[in-house]
């Protein structure tokens, strides 16, 4: 997947993944339609290091929930 174009499928293919990697409990949580492409960058840029990392402490969990919320739709 290239992920270096903004699109809606890479949107939704980026916050399935990270949900996948964090082991998201609620999943309605974390929706694809709950960001646009505006914030395409900032996503990415949480993305790789969501991909990057084997395991997350609970404070980094907190933090990466926090940032998604701060990129959601308003």
Do not use: W
């Amino acid at each position: 997947m290239n992920l270096s174009q903004k699109s809606t499928e890479n949107v939704e293919f980026m916050i399935e993944k990270i949900k996948e990697k964090l082991r998201v409990l609620n999943l309605g949580a974390i929706k694809p339609s709950h960001f646009d492409e505006e914030m395409y960058e900032e996503l990415k840029d949480i993305y790789e290091l969501v991909q990057k990392k084997n395991s997350f402490s609970p404070s980094e969990m907190q933090a990466l929930a926090e940032e998604l919320g701060n990129l959601r739709k308003r």
